[in-house]
């Protein structure tokens, strides 16, 4: 991201106000006609070989100079004509309305005829799509595409550009031209120049927005401007563009009318969850949008909508009393560039103040946080910036001066703060104050956890019997001991199950000999020293990847990571899963509340009457994985009837069940495993069928199955998510909750357990949250994050007093000790 043009086009501080007047096409020569004569024999003879000859030579040339020369670049013009013969109707705002189709047809037609008759035009047209019509009496927009080779590139550019150069022609084979038109005018590239009214808001949208993908290889500019002394709010309102990647389809926004770096305030691609805020700010009267599309791939686009504003006067100010709250410009949407604030807070003399930021989003691309050098948070001499969940900044004293700057370029959505004042001798009444000068809850003391960002919460602790006392002081939770995850710091928790320099540890934690790596022999017991030796075909094992070929590799956890591994390329086959829609990732730090979209895969089952019991995967359109324990007959309800259940869809929020994007589906069949044990809780795992397969959606999709063979190691950071309802048999949250959790070691697990845990249940510790972290219900996915960021269902919700809790293991069924009965059942 240096300080470079990146546009490719020498487009600098232009007027753009005549962009978009184009170019207008007007009346052709007639053409001649046609002369005929019949020539003597032998002389059409000898042309005739003159001509074969040329025709060789030419060919021969032609072909040398498209092949190496002159590959075919394409190129797209966009415009619009009116249409003079025609009466506008409603229906032709919907493209898919059959009198759309039927209009469409006919300009098309009109255009290509009008193409083929020009020869610097007609033999490189290669399609034309009306994407669009608006009143009066027709006006009809479409685009272009046209291959052109590049020595013939000029000659296009001219004739679509030339006044002179064509208009509709009248053909006399057609008694009655269907329709006639009009100001044909065509665009290179996009470019459209829109000056905001007075309090009005006016939108635009990239061509053929909503009705049809925007083209390939297109470069569109949108100049807005404002009056003077205003400032410019812009808003995406939908925006969907090709997957982020280095070279994929991107709309910049700048604060200028040049498209240079040093003025760009964001590049966006791909998608963003409706939390994601797109509301973007100018510091002047003007702002640039460019879309800049590559040659595959068309998506939907964007519309956006832009007003203007009075120029902000001043912002910060001076904050007095004991509390109250202040937020960057225009919070939350990107506050704008270039922009000084200064707050002065003053609580009363006989307290102190401190500054917490409940949101923190002041990150530059390209700036290490270490460095804030362009937007930046300034207290005390010291400068905060990139992201952060809610800290807190305390001063010594009864006053705090906070400064707040934004440079040129890139903002973000900005801080939202309150100031509060605080008794000097007792900062935080009734709960423990970290050295930071944050409150956190007293029974976070000594638990083993960094609540405290320097740790102050975990000092001089007394070790409890279930925690683990390392050596160089710090207590730890038991079940964090020889997980491969230093925990303690000086790696003391790892040391007493360590493999000396010479062995390899086995997934199963035994020391082999470093020599029976790879040695065709199964030292392990698990495998895992023969995991990944090579690509090429072993013997078949339980513990070795079998493609559908019937070969086996000698890969771990081959399936869906993005390379082929089977000769017959079966183990990347079915992986339209375990990827999220919304690229971005979620703006909600801090909490536990799951962003809409987060988790697609996240089902929650209801109960006529009841309302949400479990939670549950959807693996395929019509599949279901959940707990056996959902469905145990309880209190005389025969919770196994499939009648009494309706699975939920891309919901986010219990209280808004018939939010957009939710679907709701009755259940056809449900199958426990028959060794479900309701006492042991082994073997707990059922599958759903859905009476009709769910529709794919942004917010509904499908999590990858492991296959049996998959290893999930000890110490893998998971993600569980659930509303949490019915375990403790609370209430339960409204908005699905999600907890970073990690595997920890069975053998350690199976001590505190005493003796729980079989083969078919796996341990886990969680990681985030506060103290009543008690999140996932029954039924619902525990998963992973593998090779080529997909995510695999590692587990399901099982008990372990219903969910995972920071000082205790929570178990889940092991999903690949369970795999098999998975596929018997639903054939996936
Ligand atoms: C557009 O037309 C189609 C086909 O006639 C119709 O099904 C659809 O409801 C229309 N949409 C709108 C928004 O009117
Ligand atoms: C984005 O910020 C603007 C301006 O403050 C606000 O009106 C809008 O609701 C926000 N949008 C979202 C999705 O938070
Ligand atoms: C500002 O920081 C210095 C140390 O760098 C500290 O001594 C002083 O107390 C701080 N001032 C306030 C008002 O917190
Ligand atoms: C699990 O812990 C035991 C000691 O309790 C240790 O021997 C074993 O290696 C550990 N397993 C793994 C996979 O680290």
Redesign the pocket.
């Not at 005018?185 to 927005?209: N, Q, W, Y």
């Not at 996932?776 to 998963?783: E, F, M, R, T």
């Given at each position: 991201m240096g300080g470079c043009v990146d546009l490719p086009l020498g487009l600098f501080e232009l007027d753009m106000n005549n962009l978009d007047e184009g170019v207008e096409f007007l009346p052709a020569m007639n053409s001649k006609k046609m002369e005929k004569r019949g020539p003597k024999r032998q002389v059409v003879v000898t042309i005739l070989i003159i001509v074969f000859l040329l025709v060789s030579l030419t060919t021969g040339l032609l072909f040398w100079h498209f092949k190496y020369r002159n590959t075919p670049i394409q190129k797209v013009f966009n415009g619009h004509l009116r249409v003079l013969n025609w009466e506008f109707l409603d229906a032709y705002e919907n493209s898919s309305s059959p009198e759309f189709s039927m209009l469409a047809k006919k300009v098309k037609s009109t255009v290509e005829e009008i193409y083929k008759n020009h020869a610097d035009i007609g033999p490189y047209h290669k399609e034309t799509v009306i994407t669009a019509f608006s009143e009066g009496s027709v006006i009809a927009y479409y685009w272009s595409e046209f291959l052109v080779p590049k020595y013939r590139e000029e000659s296009l550019d001219r004739a679509m550009a030339d006044k002179q150069s064509l208009v509709q022609r009248w053909n006399p084979r057609l008694r009655n031209p269907m329709l006639k038109v009009e100001s044909v005018i065509a665009f290179r590239d996009c470019m459209f120049s829109l000056h905001a009214k007075e309090g009005e808001v006016t939108s635009f949208t990239t061509p053929g927005f909503p009705n049809s993908p925007y083209p390939n290889n297109a470069l569109c500019y949108w100049a807005l401007r404002a009056d003077a002394s205003s400032t410019i709010s812009l808003t995406f309102k939908t925006l969907e563009l090709e997957p982020c990647r280095d070279d994929s389809d991107y709309i910049k926004v700048y604060n200028s009318l040049s498209p240079v770096e040093p003025h760009a305030l964001v590049r966006l691609c791909g998608n963003y969850a409706p939390s994601y805020n797109l509301t973007f700010l100018s510091s002047q009267n003007v702002m640039l949008v460019t879309l800049v599309t590559n040659k595959e791939g068309r998506f939907p686009g964007f519309k956006a909508e832009f007003f203007q504003l009075p120029k902000m006067k001043a912002c910060g100010g001076s904050l007095k009393g004991d509390s109250g709250t202040f937020t960057t410009p225009y919070y939350p949407a990107h506050y704008p560039p270039d922009t000084d604030c200064v707050w002065n807070i003053e609580v009363s003399s006989i307290k102190n103040v401190k500054v917490r930021f409940n949101m923190f989003y002041v990150l530059e691309p390209g700036i290490p946080v270490s460095s804030c050098t362009k937007d930046y948070v300034q207290i005390?001499?010291?400068r905060y910036c990139g992201e952060h969940s809610q800290f807190v900044v305390?001063?010594?004293?009864n006053?705090?001066e906070l400064l707040f700057h934004s440079d040129q370029s890139y903002t973000d959505t900005g801080f939202s703060a309150e100031f509060l004042s605080y008794d000097s001798s007792d900062p935080c009444p009734g709960k423990f104050t970290c050295n930071t000068g944050r409150c956190i809850d007293r029974s976070m003391r000594c638990d083993g956890w960094l609540d405290c960002v320097d740790g102050s919460d975990e000092r001089s602790c007394t070790c409890t019997e279930q925690q683990f006392r390392c050596q160089n002081g710090w207590c730890k939770p038991k079940f964090w001991v020889c997980d491969n995850v230093n925990d303690c710091g000086d790696n003391s928790d790892e040391l007493q199950c360590s493999c000396a320099a010479d062995s390899f540890k086995c997934d199963n934690g035994k020391c082999v000999p470093s020599t029976q790596k790879c040695d065709g022999k199964d030292d392990c017991g698990d495998g895992s020293d023969e995991g990944s030796c090579s690509l090429t075909t072993v013997p078949c094992k339980k513990y070795t990847y079998k493609c559908r070929s019937g070969h086996c590799i000698s890969k771990q956890n081959p399936e869906c990571d993005g390379e082929q591994d089977c000769e017959d390329h079966s183990d990347e086959d079915n992986c339209n899963c375990g990827l999220r829609s919304y690229v971005r990732k979620s703006r909600i730090v801090g909490g536990q509340n799951s962003d809409v979209g987060e988790w697609p895969w996240q089902v929650s089952l209801h109960v006529k009457g009841q309302g949400h019991i479990c939670g549950a995967s959807l693996v395929s359109a019509s599949w279901l994985v959940s707990a056996a324990h959902c469905f145990l007959p309880l209190q005389g309800i025969r919770y196994s009837d499939p009648s009494l259940w309706t699975a939920y869809l891309g919901l986010t929020n219990q209280g808004d069940l018939s939010g957009s994007g939710v679907q709701t589906h009755k259940i056809k069949r449900i199958i426990s495993h028959p060794f479900f044990n309701d006492y042991t809780y082994d073997y707990d795992i059922a599958v759903l069928e859905l009476q009709r397969p769910v529709t794919f959606t942004a917010v509904i999709q499908p999590i990858c199955l492991p296959d049996a063979t998959h290893n999930f190691p000890v110490g893998k950071d998971l993600w569980v998510t659930g509303w949490g309802a019915t375990a403790e048999g609370g209430t339960g949250a409204s908005i699905l909750q999600k907890a970073e959790i990690r595997l920890i070691n069975q053998t350690v697990c199976n001590q505190l357990l005493t003796d729980q845990l079989t083969p078919r249940m796996m341990c886990v510790g969680i990681l985030t949250g506060g103290v009543d972290a008690c999140q996932g219900d029954s039924g619902g996915p525990l998963v992973s994050v593998e090779a080529s960021s997909r995510m695999f269902l590692a587990g399901v919700v099982s008990w372990g007093d219903g969910c995972a809790q920071r000082n205790k293991p929570g178990v889940y069924s092991r999903l690949t000790s369970l795999r098999d009965w998975i596929q018997e059942h639903t054939g996936l």
């Amino acid at each position: 991201m240096g300080g470079c043009v990146d546009l490719p086009l020498g487009l600098f501080e232009l007027d753009m106000n005549n962009l978009d007047e184009g170019v207008e096409f007007l009346p052709a020569m007639n053409s001649k006609k046609m002369e005929k004569r019949g020539p003597k024999r032998q002389v059409v003879v000898t042309i005739l070989i003159i001509v074969f000859l040329l025709v060789s030579l030419t060919t021969g040339l032609l072909f040398w100079h498209f092949k190496y020369r002159n590959t075919p670049i394409q190129k797209v013009f966009n415009g619009h004509l009116r249409v003079l013969n025609w009466e506008f109707l409603d229906a032709y705002e919907n493209s898919s309305s059959p009198e759309f189709s039927m209009l469409a047809k006919k300009v098309k037609s009109t255009v290509e005829e009008i193409y083929k008759n020009h020869a610097d035009i007609g033999p490189y047209h290669k399609e034309t799509v009306i994407t669009a019509f608006s009143e009066g009496s027709v006006i009809a927009y479409y685009w272009s595409e046209f291959l052109v080779p590049k020595y013939r590139e000029e000659s296009l550019d001219r004739a679509m550009a030339d006044k002179q150069s064509l208009v509709q022609r009248w053909n006399p084979r057609l008694r009655n031209p269907m329709l006639k038109v009009e100001s044909v005018i065509a665009f290179r590239d996009c470019m459209f120049s829109l000056h905001a009214k007075e309090g009005e808001v006016t939108s635009f949208t990239t061509p053929g927005f909503p009705n049809s993908p925007y083209p390939n290889n297109a470069l569109c500019y949108w100049a807005l401007r404002a009056d003077a002394s205003s400032t410019i709010s812009l808003t995406f309102k939908t925006l969907e563009l090709e997957p982020c990647r280095d070279d994929s389809d991107y709309i910049k926004v700048y604060n200028s009318l040049s498209p240079v770096e040093p003025h760009a305030l964001v590049r966006l691609c791909g998608n963003y969850a409706p939390s994601y805020n797109l509301t973007f700010l100018s510091s002047q009267n003007v702002m640039l949008v460019t879309l800049v599309t590559n040659k595959e791939g068309r998506f939907p686009g964007f519309k956006a909508e832009f007003f203007q504003l009075p120029k902000m006067k001043a912002c910060g100010g001076s904050l007095k009393g004991d509390s109250g709250t202040f937020t960057t410009p225009y919070y939350p949407a990107h506050y704008p560039p270039d922009t000084d604030c200064v707050w002065n807070i003053e609580v009363s003399s006989i307290k102190n103040v401190k500054v917490r930021f409940n949101m923190f989003y002041v990150l530059e691309p390209g700036i290490p946080v270490s460095s804030c050098t362009k937007d930046y948070v300034q207290i005390n001499g010291t400068r905060y910036c990139g992201e952060h969940s809610q800290f807190v900044v305390a001063s010594t004293t009864n006053r705090i001066e906070l400064l707040f700057h934004s440079d040129q370029s890139y903002t973000d959505t900005g801080f939202s703060a309150e100031f509060l004042s605080y008794d000097s001798s007792d900062p935080c009444p009734g709960k423990f104050t970290c050295n930071t000068g944050r409150c956190i809850d007293r029974s976070m003391r000594c638990d083993g956890w960094l609540d405290c960002v320097d740790g102050s919460d975990e000092r001089s602790c007394t070790c409890t019997e279930q925690q683990f006392r390392c050596q160089n002081g710090w207590c730890k939770p038991k079940f964090w001991v020889c997980d491969n995850v230093n925990d303690c710091g000086d790696n003391s928790d790892e040391l007493q199950c360590s493999c000396a320099a010479d062995s390899f540890k086995c997934d199963n934690g035994k020391c082999v000999p470093s020599t029976q790596k790879c040695d065709g022999k199964d030292d392990c017991g698990d495998g895992s020293d023969e995991g990944s030796c090579s690509l090429t075909t072993v013997p078949c094992k339980k513990y070795t990847y079998k493609c559908r070929s019937g070969h086996c590799i000698s890969k771990q956890n081959p399936e869906c990571d993005g390379e082929q591994d089977c000769e017959d390329h079966s183990d990347e086959d079915n992986c339209n899963c375990g990827l999220r829609s919304y690229v971005r990732k979620s703006r909600i730090v801090g909490g536990q509340n799951s962003d809409v979209g987060e988790w697609p895969w996240q089902v929650s089952l209801h109960v006529k009457g009841q309302g949400h019991i479990c939670g549950a995967s959807l693996v395929s359109a019509s599949w279901l994985v959940s707990a056996a324990h959902c469905f145990l007959p309880l209190q005389g309800i025969r919770y196994s009837d499939p009648s009494l259940w309706t699975a939920y869809l891309g919901l986010t929020n219990q209280g808004d069940l018939s939010g957009s994007g939710v679907q709701t589906h009755k259940i056809k069949r449900i199958i426990s495993h028959p060794f479900f044990n309701d006492y042991t809780y082994d073997y707990d795992i059922a599958v759903l069928e859905l009476q009709r397969p769910v529709t794919f959606t942004a917010v509904i999709q499908p999590i990858c199955l492991p296959d049996a063979t998959h290893n999930f190691p000890v110490g893998k950071d998971l993600w569980v998510t659930g509303w949490g309802a019915t375990a403790e048999g609370g209430t339960g949250a409204s908005i699905l909750q999600k907890a970073e959790i990690r595997l920890i070691n069975q053998t350690v697990c199976n001590q505190l357990l005493t003796d729980q845990l079989t083969p078919r249940m796996m341990c886990v510790g969680i990681l985030t949250g506060g103290v009543d972290a008690c999140q996932g219900d029954s039924g619902g996915p525990l998963v992973s994050v593998e090779a080529s960021s997909r995510m695999f269902l590692a587990g399901v919700v099982s008990w372990g007093d219903g969910c995972a809790q920071r000082n205790k293991p929570g178990v889940y069924s092991r999903l690949t000790s369970l795999r098999d009965w998975i596929q018997e059942h639903t054939g996936l």
